[in-house]
């Protein structure tokens, strides 16, 4: 499967941002879906993922209450809606698809290219 994410930009702090990531190739919705995240010098880490159908989700603690992923598998498409933006919320973003509900990098052998989001204070 490949993947482009979409969306990123700069934005001031409180305010809102919405990434998508389009799949296309195999099945899209055979893959859980996951956002991560990489700051400057600092470690790709997990933001969240959604389940095959979109029935269940889970977020880092950091993002919990602020960031929503959702889905739309008739278009090949997934999302997260970040709201309450912080400066410490930039980071090139990453959407990636795994088998499995995991939140470990390695698990996810398909990643889109990743889109910058820059938040101001």
């Known amino acids: 499967v490949q993947l482009q994410a979409s969306g990123g930009g700069l934005v001031q702090a409180g305010d809102s941002l919405r990434l998508s990531c389009t799949a296309s190739g195999r099945t899209f919705s055979s893959y859980v879906m996951g956002w991560f995240r990489q700051a400057p010098g600092k470690e790709r880490e997990f933001v969240g993922l959604?389940?095959?159908?979109?029935?269940?989700?889970n977020y880092a603690d950091p993002v919990k209450g602020r960031f929503t992923i959702s889905r739309d598998n008739a278009k090949n498409t997934v999302y997260v809606q970040m709201n309450s933006l912080k400066p410490e919320d930039t980071a090139v973003y990453y959407c990636?698809?795994?088998?499995?509900?995991?939140?470990?990098?390695?698990?996810?052998?398909?990643w889109g290219q990743g889109t910058l989001v820059t938040v101001s204070s």
């Open positions: 990636a698809a795994s088998s499995r509900m995991a939140i470990i990098p390695g698990m996810y052998p398909y």
């Open positions: 959604i389940s095959w159908g979109g029935g269940s989700t």
